[in-house]
């Protein structure tokens, strides 16, 4: 699919046949899910009668620039492609139109034709690609949102290195965030990751300085022969492993078994035996191996932007993990709930008899709110709400044992009790603590 030396390619045939020529017919596909945010009329109207000035690019996106905006700009996705009639232009894997196919294609999406009767089209057969009409192209998203441009600014080793160290992330994934390097795709990251000896799985901020700048090293030199042969493909060494990962089957790159993965949301080409996770995260790997959790995918040769990520069965263990946690809470949250519905005067100790009560009263609350269910659980309420009251008018009783400290215990029960049952609305008659002292001499009394 359009990579940075595949979108480089076209620019470069524009850059070649286009500049200079003024543009006298527009056709633009009535497909709003490609021309995006303009009116295939508009669009045509901003096109006919000017001149192309440049042609420019920076990761995976293109836009070409006129004697005066607004400027086509284009998002290549899976399988867009620039076509100019006459003139050979770089095809890549998932491009669908043939020599022999009708012109302009039935999946041209703009169609151009020049002064001098060049005729341009950019296609798109699975509709992946995004075309707008801009008038500053670099000033708004998505060009805004690009991180350097992996071509033309490469970064030194130890702006790379900084970077690395601040993501707590899969190396390969981090390569295909077009925000943090832009340009580079799939199958360019899983060729920088080979040639570099590093796993696709390894956090970026563990990987050391040294490995940091094998895998720069490896970025520049991969990006910039593969757009000096203007992206064939055919040109590139036999020993990389750009030729051996589209099987349907794992095969053999150097003598060494390919295996496929998933990393960072995408099927994933590595050498098992050259490409081993290191430092801390090698245990933690080894561990995972053997429980069986490590999964490893089917390759389909789809490769492609619009595939499903595949759920990795160690993160699916996670939340099997966290779900059993979480019903386990519940057990034990229920368990409670029920214990605090049982009989009150079988509480010896007050404190536990409050905590008991406070529950109930949360539990009547929320029995309350629900229509047609936990009737039962209402009941047990109400029992307990008369069991306290029980409690509260033989309190002289109690005081019998001459306990202040247990005196104390129950004024605050009874302004708990209190509390809850205003909150509630409801009518419930509240028993006004006692002063001690009087509660004293009342004691003092009976003995």
């Known amino acids: 699919m359009p990579e940075l030396p595949e979108v480089e390619a076209a620019r470069r045939a524009i850059e070649d046949h286009c500049i200079g020529k003024k543009i006298v017919k527009a056709i633009i596909a009535d497909d709003p899910k490609v021309i995006d945010g303009v009116s295939p009329d508009d669009f045509r109207a901003s096109l006919e009668g000017k001149t192309i000035v440049a042609a420019n690019r920076k990761g995976k996106n293109m836009w070409i620039e006129l004697d005066f905006p607004p400027f086509p700009t284009f998002q290549f996705g899976m399988a867009g492609a620039i076509y100019i009639k006459g003139v050979a232009v770089t095809k890549y894997k998932r491009s669908a139109v043939k020599d022999d196919d009708e012109w302009p294609s039935k999946y041209s999406k703009v169609f151009l034709e020049l002064d001098d009767g060049l005729e341009l089209s950019f296609t798109d057969k699975r509709r992946f690609a995004r075309v707008r009409s801009l008038k500053n192209p670099i000033s708004v998203p998505p060009i805004s949102e690009l991180g350097p441009d992996a071509l033309l600014e490469p970064m030194t080793v130890d702006e790379f290195y900084k970077a690395f160290s601040k993501k707590k992330i899969g190396v390969k994934a981090l390569l295909l965030d077009q925000s943090f390097i832009s340009g580079i795709g799939n199958w360019i990251a899983d060729e920088v990751l080979y040639q570099a000896r590093i796993h696709p799985m390894q956090t970026a901020s563990s990987i050391s300085k040294e490995d940091c700048a094998t895998l720069l090293k490896c970025i520049n030199e991969v990006t910039e022969f593969a757009v000096e042969v203007d992206a064939d493909c055919s040109r590139f060494p036999s020993e990389w492993l750009f030729h051996y990962r589209w099987g349907k089957k794992p095969g053999k790159v150097n003598g060494k078994k390919i295996e496929f993965i998933t990393a960072g949301g995408r099927t994933s080409a590595f050498v098992p035996d050259l ?49 059993r946690g979480t019903d386990n809470k519940r057990a034990s949250t229920n368990k409670k709930l029920k214990g605090s519905n049982g009989d009150n005067d079988e509480n010896d100790n007050d404190n536990d008899n409050d905590g008991g009560l406070k529950n109930t009263s949360e539990k009547a609350k929320q029995s309350g709110s629900s229509k047609g269910k936990g ?69 003092n009394k009976h003995k």
Do not use: C, Y
């Open 275 to 323: 490409q081993k996770i290191v430092g801390a995260e090698s245990a933690k790997a080894a561990g995972k191996r053997q429980q069986g959790k490590v999964q490893r995918v089917e390759h389909n040769d789809s490769d492609g932007e619009d595939e499903e990520p595949e759920i990795e069965e160690a993160e699916a263990g996670k939340s099997k993990g966290k779900r």
């Open 375 to 443: 009737g039962n659980q209402e009941k047990k309420a109400r029992a307990n709400m008369a069991a306290k009251r029980k409690l509260e008018e033989s309190g002289d009783d109690e005081d019998d044992d001459g306990s202040e400290g247990d005196d104390d215990n129950e004024g605050g029960k009874d302004h708990k009790l209190s509390g809850k049952t205003k909150s509630k609305g409801k009518k419930t008659t509240k028993r006004t603590a006692e002063p001690r002292q009087t509660r004293n001499k009342l004691s």
